[in-house]
């Protein structure tokens, strides 16, 4: 396959990823409506900054560290697992998530950025994204790999901020309709707060099953009238 075409591909399943709804959409989408377009785009740069460190931790062997150490790997998965579901259960008993209220104090853009940072690096999605897909893109002969794997970063990154920044844009403006009609609000809340809480059971369900071999006795011995059947 040619580089070019490679990239391209490469691409096409990112954006397909990226447009998915989850957790940095839902903090993106939120961090808009709650703060304006500013506290949008803090979030956008702190997502984007989560992916580059993704993509330093698999440039530098951690993410071989982790699919070597399946134990560490499952750790991560279950942490974002039980991230995710707080932000949906937040999500489904606030009546007010998506609605600014009168008095709210309104984060800070740079508290805004790690707090965004932080959601991305415990992103499940991201994790399965760096060792299963990510490296299939990496091709011997099209160069250093550490070239490749910048160019694919850049990818990335370039298609967060295009999606993640129009979804800050048009969620900033969304702000005074949400005000004016509570009960969007309130329904656009709960269909989130599910969508967050079935991904995280998803991030689950992939730990437990990678944790199942481990928990499966290696050798079953049933002893019958004496005789002993495996």
């Given at each position: ?19 998915l709804p989850g ?18 785009l803090a979030a ?62 309104v984060l800070a ?122």
């Open positions: 396959m040619e580089q070019g075409t490679n990239l391209w591909l490469y691409f096409i399943v990112v954006f397909g990823i990226i447009v957790l940095d959409m839902a903090y993106v989408m939120a961090s808009a409506i709650l703060g304006g377009r500013r506290a949008g956008v740069g702190g997502i984007v900054a989560g992916g580059i460190c993704h993509l330093l931790m698999a440039t530098a062997g951690i993410a071989v560290v982790l699919k070597l150490w399946p134990g560490l790997f499952n750790l991560v998965l279950l942490a974002g697992a039980a991230y995710i579901a707080w932000m949906g259960i937040v999500f489904l008993r606030s009546d007010s998530v998506f609605r600014p209220a009168a008095g709210r104090g853009p740079p508290l805004i950025f790690r707090r965004a940072m932080m959601t991305s690096l415990l992103n499940p999605k991201a994790y399965i994204f760096m060792l299963a897909i990510f490296p299939q893109f990496l091709k011997i002969g099209h160069g250093p790999l550490w070239m490749q794997s910048g160019v694919l970063g850049a990818i990335t990154a370039a298609t967060q901020a295009g999606v993640y920044g129009a979804l800050a844009f048009a969620s900033s403006q969304a702000s005074g309709w949400f005000g004016a009609h509570p009960r969007a609000a309130t329904v656009t809340a709960r269909a989130m707060g599910v969508l967050l809480i079935f991904t995280a059971l998803l991030s689950a369900s992939e730990a437990l099953h990678r944790l199942a071999p481990q928990w499966a006795p290696s050798d079953l011995t049933l002893v019958v009238g004496g005789r002993s059947m495996r």
